[in-house]
């Protein structure tokens, strides 16, 4: 049973959080039905700034003084041009080296006029395609990179790996088109705030934007089909901790030119943070599934309570069963419907997220996690109904370790938003252990962005969560089960909705087929009595079999 928390209310920040996030890749909406031209062109405004997401080295080949300036000056040598050796243990060498020295924060100059930029004039912008790495090459990537400005103010290092030879890439204004804000000098050496891949996954003649790094450590990917929707992060340290949050980020980056006939691109990346530094390799595999390989070197300077792997952040703003003051033309607005755990002993969960109306915090203990991730369920427009924004062609993210994790569990921040212009959802696993600092902590895991549910095994899957007011205060819940293992079924099969509360009373559960979605039907009363949060869990069984996976639910007070 998940063990859950309710804390009150967070408060909102202005800085760049594991709930807040700006996206990369504006999409186009106009969300207003009826409304002028100009309210339409407002509201898409709105939403756009959510589409934005919101080093030092050791090695002698590597080091220069004076810390990550040092690193950027190395793009300024003439023995720049020839290259530095690099092989697939250099990062994890400069990690391991970085972790041994005091945390300094970068500090590389950015002129006024690009630090207060307003969103819309960052967005303004552009990456020059005729500038892309590779572009006038047949490889089957290109990478285009973002400007700094606005809150991307750091800059990253970037570097192209050809040959067992490490080259910076150099940055020139005339990479870019700047809109209204004044360009910089031609000899400007300003650097990039991030990059974005793509390839050619819809179209043999054009590359798509596959995945993009920009911001701390957050990144994203698409598969075939599919519009930007929720973001992973390479680390979270302390999310929902009084304290702060802490926000490592990537500080450089080494991107390996791939073969004409690759399928695959290789980026490594250098994190540090206050309390940690950490090596990533990213082995990045775009089409109908993007899938991304992961391995993680983590070489804390500090012990670490809380940290996060595998996190991902999305959106939820509601839903039919979960729409409670919100005045809207469409049925339903989220990147995400609901959290899917396959655990170490096999069962298969499915948490359906909430808009709550104070922050809640749910953890689900587990050792050896098979599996995890957020899920949009359903993929009909109806559903949704939004011509611009697309829900239902947001991307899942599915975390499969690699080897043993260990004892931990599966933590899910779900925070009150009142609007979806915020990312309000986070999961991760948190190891049960604290990191110690001086010690080396690795982790493989491969990353899923597609549009096929990840936690199906032939058991039943709940396809929608509903509920709604009952006499004496209670509760009724009604859930909709599908797949062929109840399709199968005859009408009069003696199935059984096994159901269980934390806190309260259940009653009056009922199963019935529904020959209007072929699956079945469970409802249920839930008498609250005076708990103020009561943990949920349904599944269908016959006799002593599991037909569907184990629905999870928290419920509060509207």
Same mark, same amino acid.
């Given at each position: 049973?998940?063990?859950?928390?309710?804390?009150?209310?967070?408060?909102?920040?202005?800085?760049?959080?594991?709930?807040?996030?700006?996206?990369?890749?504006?999409?186009?909406?106009?969300?207003?039905?009826?409304? &002028?031209?100009?309210?339409?062109?407002?509201?898409?405004?709105?939403?756009?700034?959510?589409?934005?997401?919101?080093?030092?080295?050791?090695?002698?080949?590597?080091?220069?003084?004076?810390?990550?300036?040092?690193?950027?000056?190395?793009?300024?040598?003439?023995?720049?041009?020839?290259?530095?050796?690099?092989?697939?243990?250099?990062?994890?060498?400069?990690?391991?080296?970085?972790?041994?020295?005091?945390?300094?924060?970068?500090?590389?100059?950015?002129?006024?006029?690009?630090?207060?930029?307003?969103?819309? $004039?960052?967005?303004?912008?552009?990456?020059?395609?005729?500038?892309?790495?590779?572009?006038?090459?047949?490889?089957?990537?290109?990478?285009?990179?973002?400007?700094?400005?606005?809150?991307?103010?750091?800059?990253?290092?970037?570097?192209?790996?050809?040959?067992?030879?490490?080259?910076?890439?150099?940055?020139?204004?005339?990479?870019?088109?700047?809109?209204?804000?004044?360009?910089?000098?031609?000899?400007?050496?300003?650097?990039?705030?991030?990059?974005?891949?793509?390839?050619?996954?819809?179209?043999?003649?054009?590359?798509?934007?596959?995945?993009?790094?920009?911001?701390?450590?957050?990144?994203?990917?698409?598969?075939?089909?599919?519009?930007?929707?929720?973001?992973?992060?390479?680390?979270?340290?302390?999310?929902?901790?009084?304290?702060?949050?802490?926000?490592?980020?990537?500080?450089?980056?080494?991107?390996?030119?791939?073969?004409?006939?690759?399928?695959?691109?290789?980026? =490594?990346?250098?994190?540090?943070? $206050?309390?940690?530094?950490?090596? =990533?390799?990213?082995?990045?595999?775009?089409?109908?599934?993007?899938?991304?390989?992961?391995?993680?070197? #983590? =070489?804390?300077?500090?012990?670490?309570?809380?940290?996060?792997?595998?996190?991902?952040?999305?959106?939820?703003?509601?839903?039919?069963?979960?729409?409670?003051?919100?005045?809207?033309?469409?049925?339903?607005?989220?990147?995400?419907? !609901?959290?899917?755990?396959?655990?170490?002993?096999?069962?298969?969960?499915?948490?359906?997220?909430?808009?709550?109306?104070?922050?809640?915090?749910?953890?689900?203990?587990?050792?050896?996690?098979?599996?995890?991730? #957020?899920?949009?369920?359903?993929?009909?427009?109806?559903?949704?109904?939004?011509?611009? $924004?697309?829900?239902?062609?947001?991307?899942?993210?599915?975390?499969?370790?690699?080897?043993?994790?260990?004892?931990?569990?599966?933590?899910?921040?779900?925070?009150?938003?009142?609007?979806?212009?915020?990312?309000?959802?986070?999961?991760?696993?948190?190891?049960?252990?604290?990191?110690?600092?001086?010690?080396?902590?690795?982790?493989?895991?491969?990353?899923?962005?597609?549009?096929?549910?990840?936690?199906?095994?032939?058991?039943?899957?709940?396809?929608?969560?509903?509920?709604?007011?009952?006499?004496?205060?209670?509760?009724?819940?009604?859930?909709? $089960?599908? !797949?062929?293992?109840?399709?199968?079924?005859?009408?009069?099969?003696?199935?059984?909705?096994?159901?269980?509360? &934390?806190?309260?009373?259940?009653?009056?559960?009922?199963?019935?087929?529904?020959?209007?979605?072929?699956?079945?039907?469970?409802?249920?009363?839930?008498?609250?009595?005076?708990?103020?949060?009561?943990?949920?869990?349904?599944?269908?069984?016959?006799?002593?079999?599991?037909?569907?996976?184990?629905?999870?639910?928290?419920?509060?007070?509207?």
């Amino acid at each position: 049973m998940a063990q859950c928390s309710r804390v009150p209310a967070c408060r909102r920040r202005e800085e760049p959080a594991a709930v807040r996030l700006c996206r990369s890749s504006p999409p186009r909406h106009a969300k207003c039905l009826g409304a &002028s031209r100009e309210d339409a062109r407002r509201r898409e405004e709105r939403l756009r700034r959510r589409e934005f997401l919101v080093g030092s080295v050791g090695l002698a080949a590597w080091a220069l003084p004076g810390g990550w300036a040092g690193a950027w000056a190395a793009e300024k040598r003439p023995e720049a041009d020839e290259g530095t050796p690099f092989d697939g243990s250099t990062v994890r060498q400069l990690a391991r080296q970085l972790a041994q020295s005091p945390y300094k924060a970068p500090n590389d100059p950015l002129p006024d006029e690009l630090k207060k930029l307003s969103y819309d $004039a960052y967005r303004a912008i552009r990456f020059r395609p005729e500038n892309a790495l590779w572009r006038d090459t047949d490889l089957p990537f290109q990478v285009q990179f973002f400007h700094r400005g606005f809150i991307f103010t750091d800059r990253v290092a970037i570097h192209e790996v050809d040959q067992g030879r490490a080259r910076p890439v150099r940055y020139s204004p005339s990479q870019f088109s700047f809109g209204e804000t004044p360009p910089p000098k031609p000899d400007a050496d300003l650097g990039y705030a991030g990059f974005r891949l793509h390839a050619k996954i819809n179209r043999p003649d054009y590359y798509d934007e596959v995945a993009v790094f920009l911001g701390a450590s957050y990144f994203r990917a698409v598969a075939k089909g599919q519009v930007f929707g929720l973001s992973a992060r390479g680390l979270s340290i302390g999310t929902g901790n009084s304290k702060g949050e802490e926000f490592p980020a990537f500080r450089s980056f080494w991107i390996e030119r791939p073969s004409a006939q690759a399928r695959s691109i290789v980026v =490594y990346a250098l994190l540090d943070s $206050a309390s940690t530094a950490a090596a =990533y390799r990213f082995t990045i595999r775009p089409g109908d599934e993007t899938v991304m390989d992961i391995e993680v070197a #983590l =070489y804390p300077r500090a012990k670490i309570d809380q940290a996060g792997l595998g996190t991902l952040t999305s959106m939820f703003f509601f839903d039919a069963q979960d729409r409670v003051g919100i005045d809207d033309f469409r049925p339903a607005v989220h990147d995400s419907s !609901g959290l899917a755990i396959h655990t170490g002993s096999g069962e298969r969960l499915w948490r359906p997220l909430s808009n709550p109306r104070d922050l809640q915090v749910s953890g689900f203990a587990d050792a050896n996690v098979r599996g995890f991730g #957020l899920v949009q369920r359903n993929r009909d427009f109806r559903v949704f109904q939004d011509l611009e $924004a697309r829900y239902e062609q947001r991307p899942n993210a599915w975390v499969e370790p690699i080897g043993d994790w260990g004892e931990g569990e599966v933590q899910l921040y779900e925070i009150p938003a009142r609007n979806e212009y915020n990312d309000n959802i986070v999961v991760f696993w948190r190891p049960k252990e604290p990191f110690q600092a001086k010690r080396e902590y690795i982790y493989t895991y491969r990353l899923h962005w597609t549009s096929q549910d990840p936690n199906v095994d032939g058991r039943a899957t709940f396809a929608r969560t509903r509920q709604g007011a009952g006499h004496d205060d209670r509760r009724l819940f009604v859930l909709e $089960a599908v !797949g062929e293992a109840l399709k199968k079924l005859p009408p009069d099969a003696e199935v059984r909705g096994d159901v269980g509360a &934390s806190a309260g009373k259940i009653l009056h559960v009922v199963t019935q087929p529904n020959p209007h979605t072929g699956g079945w039907r469970l409802s249920f009363f839930l008498d609250p009595e005076k708990a103020t949060a009561v943990d949920l869990r349904a599944r269908f069984v016959q006799g002593q079999e599991a037909l569907s996976e184990t629905w999870i639910f928290r419920w509060t007070p509207p």
